[in-house]
């Protein structure tokens, strides 16, 4: 019988919900999920966690969280002939040029790829302060924050594109070497279940369950088309100097599965849209169904689990 390593913990503390991925690896190497836990995040974030790691039945304390968003960029810059000091020093001078916070509240890495060309990586400060704090309030060990557009990429590696429709905002994740290009706007699934209370009248329980069952069918459009527009329109400027045409689009988070939607974004870009399914692959245990089903909402947590084998 195989010998199985836990890998640590992948946790995706969304707005809404919070999913905890449990990964084994056998004795060659090859990593396999074993179970995804989600519990409402609510007010309790740590409880949460703790709640959904308990249902796992695990005992690994070890875990990895994502930053993401309009809370962490990702850029490559050249910084020849530097010594470290100096290079951290430049690049936080460079990344003050572009951040949409004050660069007094942002975490700089630098890592080094190729002779004088580097990968920066900025955090927000708080952001990764408050990740931290969750886990360890949940009796866990954070061992690295990843970006989430790196933990998808992981899980899609031949996507062209990935739209991750969170509760309050969505990202697009263009593929882009060496590390990928992402944009994010505001609206989600709160906007569009807001879209639907204006629309009818109703309350946001009886909105939460039309759009959980048939969709907008009519009702609040306005808000999903504005988010396609947009998504679109980055599309269209990407594509315009990419050196390669996109392969696909690949859709997760909570949102993609809002009926409609993936017809109105291939309609809207003319190019493949597809829910980020998991394959049957890479799970001993999980029936493929349920990896087809939840693989949207998974996807994340499961890419974080995944960093120690790409780190």
Same mark, same amino acid.
């Given at each position: 019988?195989?010998?199985?390593?836990?890998?640590?913990?992948?946790?995706?503390?969304?707005?809404?919900?919070?999913r905890?991925?449990?990964?084994?690896?056998?004795?060659?190497?090859?990593?396999?999920?074993?179970?995804?836990?989600?519990?409402?995040?609510?007010?309790?974030?740590?409880?949460?966690?703790?709640s959904?790691?308990?249902?796992?039945?695990?005992?690994?304390?070890?875990?990895?969280?994502?930053?993401?968003?309009?809370?962490?960029?990702?850029?490559?810059?050249?910084?020849?002939?530097?010594?470290?000091t100096?290079?951290?020093?430049?690049?936080?001078?460079?990344?003050?040029?572009?951040?949409?916070?004050?660069?007094?509240?942002?975490?700089?890495?630098?890592?080094?790829? &190729?002779?004088? %060309?580097c990968?920066?990586?900025?955090?927000?400060?708080? =952001? $990764? !302060?408050?990740?931290?704090r969750? +886990? /360890?309030?949940?009796?866990?060990?954070?061992i690295?924050v990843?970006?989430?557009?790196?933990?998808?990429?992981?899980?899609?590696?031949?996507?062209?594109?990935?739209?991750?429709?969170?509760?309050?905002?969505?990202?697009?994740?263009?593929?882009s070497?060496?590390?990928?290009?992402?944009?994010?706007?505001?609206?989600?699934?709160?906007?569009l279940?807001?879209?639907?209370?204006?629309?009818?009248g109703?309350?946001?329980?009886?909105?939460?369950?039309?759009k959980?069952?048939?969709?907008?069918?009519?009702?609040? &459009?306005?808000? %999903?088309?504005?988010?396609?527009?947009?998504?679109a329109? =980055? $599309? !269209?400027?990407?594509?315009?100097? +990419? /050196?390669?045409?996109?392969?696909?689009?690949?859709?997760?988070?909570?949102?993609?599965?809002?009926?409609?939607?993936?017809?109105?974004?291939?309609?809207?870009?003319?190019?493949?849209?597809?829910?980020?399914?998991?394959?049957?692959?890479?799970?001993?245990t999980?029936?493929?169904?349920?990896?087809?089903?939840?693989?949207?909402?998974?996807?994340?947590?499961?890419?974080?689990?995944?960093?120690?084998?790409?780190?």
């Amino acid at each position: 019988m195989n010998r199985r390593e836990t890998l640590p913990l992948g946790i995706d503390v969304g707005a809404a919900r919070t999913r905890v991925a449990l990964v084994e690896r056998d004795r060659s190497g090859t990593a396999h999920l074993v179970a995804v836990a989600a519990r409402a995040t609510g007010a309790d974030p740590a409880g949460a966690v703790a709640s959904a790691r308990a249902e796992l039945g695990t005992r690994e304390r070890r875990c990895v969280l994502a930053v993401g968003g309009s809370d962490a960029v990702l850029r490559t810059s050249a910084f020849p002939g530097m010594r470290g000091t100096e290079r951290l020093r430049a690049a936080r001078y460079e990344a003050a040029r572009f951040l949409a916070f004050p660069i007094d509240d942002a975490a700089v890495r630098v890592v080094p790829i &190729e002779s004088d %060309r580097c990968v920066v990586a900025v955090a927000r400060r708080a =952001a $990764l !302060v408050q990740r931290v704090r969750t +886990a /360890r309030s949940a009796g866990l060990r954070p061992i690295a924050v990843d970006d989430a557009a790196l933990a998808l990429t992981r899980v899609f590696p031949l996507a062209g594109a990935i739209v991750d429709i969170g509760e309050r905002a969505t990202m697009l994740v263009l593929s882009s070497q060496p590390v990928p290009a992402c944009r994010t706007f505001v609206g989600g699934g709160a906007a569009l279940t807001a879209a639907l209370i204006a629309s009818l009248g109703v309350d946001e329980i009886a909105a939460e369950v039309r759009k959980r069952s048939i969709g907008l069918a009519g009702a609040g &459009e306005y808000a %999903r088309d504005a988010l396609v527009e947009q998504l679109a329109s =980055a $599309l !269209v400027e990407h594509r315009s100097h +990419a /050196r390669a045409e996109l392969d696909g689009i690949v859709l997760v988070g909570n949102g993609a599965r809002l009926c409609g939607f993936t017809d109105a974004l291939e309609h809207a870009v003319a190019l493949s849209v597809r829910l980020g399914t998991l394959s049957p692959d890479i799970s001993r245990t999980l029936p493929p169904d349920v990896l087809r089903s939840a693989g949207p909402d998974w996807a994340l947590a499961y890419g974080l689990a995944l960093w120690e084998s790409a780190a």
